[in-house]
Every structure is written in structure tokens, then in C-alpha cells.
């Protein structure tokens, strides 16, 4: 099969890439302004495709002669997040579902997160079901991303697939090395009260990718976490444990809103990314558990790291 990645140049985007690169299909890398590394650049059955996901016209080459989209690219880092989310999580996959159903793509599957489906524990785990009422912005513009694509595709050849990860984990994902660095200089912080999360290595997340991407029955939303959800404050600890640093500092919720809103402010008027917004810790306190039956069904009937013990190797 070929293979379209957007935002093959970003994190997990590339992670999913190179993941491919020795398997038997062909992939071809969008990129939009980001190059890709020189490694994915280079690699043999690899066709570096350039598009404009606000650009609908931009799409058309992208999709021709594709089987299966992967879609990860989006954007973050960048203030008052609520302008623009609505059009990169939103709009651009209204684009993208359009060009790809025009070229006959047969299958469409949708990087997603639990988040969706707004506050889950482990004695109310997320479903998999389109009805979430999130608080952030975040979520309720990808949640109208995942409703548009499965109302696209209804009555079409194209299968639609959400995979709702949970935080994914492994040396070189960005949200993990940022700990690691803001850890070993003591300027990690997290709120006191428990906010449940559901862990995935990244090799078994990599692995429910190509599960989805081969599977001949796989359609529908799935929720890929492991064995063990547990709480930021208990991973926050364990891991900086395993580094042998300092736990991290605790302090009010609402410190974290004053200083993602100075941070923000900074970054408008200076013209810079965002790394912390009021979004992203509005976000990043809602806690998330799922019940991943269909993923061990379907997708990945074994973990190769089914808890956060095992997983430390990979850190």
C-alpha cells in the first residue's frame, strides 16, 4: 500500500515514519513548511509530497494513488490557542477528508486522544463515543474533527479510524524531554490534587498504527493505553526517580493559569511559541481513562510494555 503522513516532519509524525520505513509499504511524507530530517529525507520508498492544509487545492497531488492517510499534523505551542484550533483541527481535516474521498483514499485514520470525550477516571473510563463535552479548546475542535470525519465517510467506500492515544511515552517524544530538562533544573511543577492519565509506550503506540493502517476489519474509534492508568502526580515521581532527580514542586492549580496567561502574553507580544498556555493546562488537569477492549480485540492483543515498570527501560 502507499502511505500518506502529514506532519511527517514533527515528532510523532517521524517517530511513525522511520517505524515504516521497514515494512513493505510505500510512504509518501507530507511537509508544509518543516523539512524533514535528513534520515526520512533520504530513505528509500519515501516521496516527500509539499502541502497547504488551509489550501485545499494544495491536496489533490498528495492523495492521488494513496490507500491509507495517517493524519498527525496540527499546530501548538502558540497563544490564544481558541483563534486558531478551530481552523488547524478543524478545517484542515474538512480539507483533507474532501481531497482524500475525490481521490479515492480508502482509508482515513485520524491521530486523536482521549481527551474527546472530556473527564474520565478508572470507575468512569472513556468509551469511544462522539458525545464528550470537553472544557478546552483543544479537544472540542478535535472532537468536531472526529464527528466531521465519520459523518463524511457514512454511506462512502472510505473507512474512517480515531485513534484516541493516551500520553504516549519513550525517550525523544517532546513532552518527555521537556520534563526531563525542566526536571533536572528543578522548574517542574504540578498541582497537588490526583489527575488520572492513561500511559502507551511508544512502540506499542507505533504498533497500533500499522495495526490500523493493515487491518482489514479495523474501523470506528479506539482507545490505545496500557494495563495500568495511574496519576500525573504518581508518573511525575516515578520517572523522576528513575532519572535521579527531585520530585517535582507542588503548588495552587491556580498558579499554573497565572503563569501560562504571562506566557502567552509574552509570546503575542513578542511574537514567539507558546510552550505553556491556559489551554494546555486546562487540558492537562482533566483527568483521562479508557477502556481499551477494542485495541486489545483488534489491534494490539499483547503490549510490549503493558506498565509504566516495564516502560522505564525505554526512558
Not at 499534523?73 to 478543524?90: I, Y
Not at 530538562?181 to 497537588?192: K, S
Request: proline share 8%.
Amino acid at each position: 500500500m502507499r502511505i500518506l503522513i502529514t506532519g511527517a516532519a514533527g515528532n510523532l509524525g517521524s517517530f511513525t515514519a522511520r517505524y515504516m520505513l521497514s515494512g513493505p509499504h510505500a510512504l509518501r511524507l507530507m511537509v508544509h513548511r518543516r523539512p524533514l530530517p535528513e534520515d526520512l529525507a533520504r530513505a528509500p520508498d519515501v516521496a516527500v509530497s509539499r502541502g497547504d492544509l488551509s489550501v485545499p487545492a494544495t491536496l489533490t497531488a498528495a492523495c492521488r494513488g494513496v490507500d491509507v492517510i495517517v493524519h498527525f499534523a496540527g499546530r501548538l505551542f502558540a497563544p490564544r490557542p481558541e483563534r486558531f484550533l478551530p481552523k488547524t483541527n478543524l478545517q484542515y481535516v474538512q480539507h483533507l477528508v474532501a481531497a482524500a474521498q475525490e481521490a479515492g483514499v480508502r482509508k482515513f485514520i485520524l491521530i486523536s486522544f482521549p481527551h474527546v470525550e472530556g473527564e474520565s477516571t478508572p470507575t468512569r473510563p472513556a468509551a469511544g463515543l462522539l458525545d464528550g463535552r470537553p472544557a478546552s479548546v483543544h479537544a472540542r475542535t478535535r472532537l468536531a474533527a472526529e464527528r466531521h470525519l465519520f459523518g463524511a465517510c457514512g454511506g462512502t467506500p472510505m473507512v474512517p479510524i480515531s485513534l484516541r492515544a493516551g500520553m504516549i511515552y519513550g525517550r525523544g517524544v517532546l513532552l518527555i524531554e521537556a520534563g526531563r530538562w525542566l526536571l533536572r533544573r528543578r522548574l517542574l511543577a504540578v498541582w497537588p490534587e490526583p489527575t488520572w492519565i492513561h500511559l502507551l509506550a511508544l512502540p506499542d503506540f507505533l504498533a497500533c498504527v500499522v495495526a490500523a493502517i493493515e487491518g482489514t476489519p479495523a474501523a470506528g474509534i479506539y482507545n490505545l493505553g496500557d494495563d495500568q492508568p495511574l496519576t500525573l502526580q504518581e508518573f511525575l515521581g516515578r520517572i523522576a526517580a528513575h532519572w535521579g532527580f527531585a520530585r517535582p514542586w507542588r503548588f495552587p492549580r491556580r498558579s499554573f493559569y497565572l503563569v501560562a496567561s504571562a506566557v502567552e502574553a509574552f509570546a503575542a507580544i513578542c511574537r514567539t511559541a507558546a510552550p505553556l498556555t491556559r489551554d494546555f493546562i486546562r487540558i492537562g488537569m482533566a483527568s483521562y481513562v479508557m477502556d481499551t477492549t477494542r485495541m486489545k480485540r483488534e489491534l494490539r492483543p499483547r503490549l510490549a510494555y503493558p506498565t509504566l515498570t516495564e516502560g522505564l527501560a525505554l526512558l
